[in-house]
């Protein structure tokens, strides 16, 4: 599986941004057909991105376009226009329920057949942004092998809730915190919603640490300038690696004279706390 700690939104009906993101390296290109493309240029994004997936491809960073909703008279002709050797899979918003996203893989398996790829080849991340979602997001996260992530958004949740936005994002903590135990028990990433304030780079920096303790494991970044901190923050630093290995070497001398915990500054060392070290260096191995 690509790693998704970053995933970087472009406006699909941006010619220059498209370009532009070519001199970037975030985990996951995001050639974005929804939000971020008024409705008077949804055609228009659709068609450029379809020509600039290959170029995109030739970066060597796996693409996820963002296709439009499927309450939108869009959806259908996005999919067919992308769906291609060139993308690793799709992102779709407002899924609702399980049977959303069985609409949704099983038009991709037709796609597929066209395209002359086998069934199952092109991936999803859905995104949950309303009650309903959160209501069914274990069931949604279960729903097909296609998921290879799950997205919260933010901002139509709080729409769909009819509450403020705040800044410390408690108005989203059940949300959030329910969305990522729901992806885990189906052992797939949670991925967060954007933070806005792209100039605030300790702002994002925070929010991503925040959202990384909550049990998201990568975040969609909506400027190039904010893939380093994602990156960096859904990482393990060089202190957690270093600490991690303390903790091994520990557990396994405490192991070697039969005992089954130890303690290492002053803190208890038994099994979970060695398998969350040994997990750690597990990651860090894979990002490096």
């Not at 086998?118 to 069931?139: D, R, V, Y």
């Not at 408690?170 to 329910?178: H, K, P, T, Y």
């Not at 729901?182 to 640490?209: Q, V």
Request: glycine letters at 6%.
């Amino acid at each position: 599986m690509t790693a998704l700690r970053s995933l970087l939104f472009v406006p699909g009906n941006k010619d220059n941004m498209l370009n532009k993101a070519l001199g970037f390296k975030p985990d996951v290109f995001v050639p974005d057909m929804e939000d971020s493309v008024p409705t008077g240029e949804k055609e228009n994004a659709r068609n450029l991105i379809a020509e600039y997936l290959p170029k995109l491809a030739e970066s060597g960073v796996s693409i996820v376009p963002r296709v439009n909703s499927l309450d939108t008279k869009w959806a259908l002709d996005d999919l067919a226009a992308i769906v291609g050797p060139h993308i690793y899979g799709i992102s779709i918003g407002k899924i609702n329920t399980p049977a959303d996203i069985k609409i949704v893989s099983d038009h991709l398996s037709l796609l597929e057949q066209k395209a002359g790829l086998n069934e199952g080849h092109i991936k999803m991340i859905p995104w949950l942004e309303s009650a309903k979602a959160i209501i069914h997001c274990h069931e949604i996260c279960l729903a097909s092998e296609r998921l290879i992530g799950v997205a919260f958004g933010g901002e139509d949740f709080t729409h769909d809730m009819g509450i403020e936005r705040l800044e410390d994002e408690s108005e989203v903590l059940f949300a959030r915190n329910q969305l990522c135990i729901a992806a885990r028990a189906a052992e797939i990433p949670a991925l967060d919603t954007p933070y806005f304030l792209f100039k605030n780079k300790e702002g994002l920096r925070t929010n991503s640490l925040i959202a990384k303790q909550c049990g998201f494991k990568g975040k969609f970044a909506i400027h190039p300038a904010q893939i380093d901190e994602i990156n960096n923050a859904f990482s393990p630093s060089k202190k957690e690696i270093e600490h991690a290995h303390r903790v091994v070497k520990a557990f396994e001398e405490a192991e070697s004279m039969g005992r089954g915990s130890t303690s290492l500054d002053g803190k208890v060392i038994d099994v979970p706390v060695v398998k969350r070290a040994r997990a750690l260096l597990s990651l860090a191995s894979r990002q490096l």
